[in-house]
């Protein structure tokens, strides 16, 4: 099942508030990515390109450019429900 994303925000600390289309709203911290997955360093040492995050077409997840993004399921098992 495919919890689509209907909005995000960036916030401070590079925590991402996220709205899914059932109303449900959760803090997705991408910390973590950056120790994992190299290619969320540019976002670690960009806030700029960090805050310009925007959903991808039909909600399956969140993108900064081609190389960056997140499935929609990621933010909704590892999000901090609000």
Do not use: Q
Not at 14 to 22: S, V
Not at 62 to 80: A, F, T, V
Request: with cysteine; proline share 4%; net charge negative.
């Amino acid at each position: 099942m495919f919890h689509k994303v209907k909005s995000v925000e960036p916030l401070d600390n590079f925590i991402l508030l996220i709205t899914f289309e059932n109303g449900v709203k959760k803090n997705y911290d991408l910390k973590p990515l950056f120790s994992k997955y190299e290619v969320f360093n540019l976002l670690a040492n960009s806030p700029n390109i960090f805050k310009n995050v925007k959903v991808d077409i039909g909600g399956y997840g969140i993108s900064w450019n081609s190389d960056i993004d997140l499935s929609c399921n990621e933010l909704w098992d590892n999000g901090i429900s609000l």
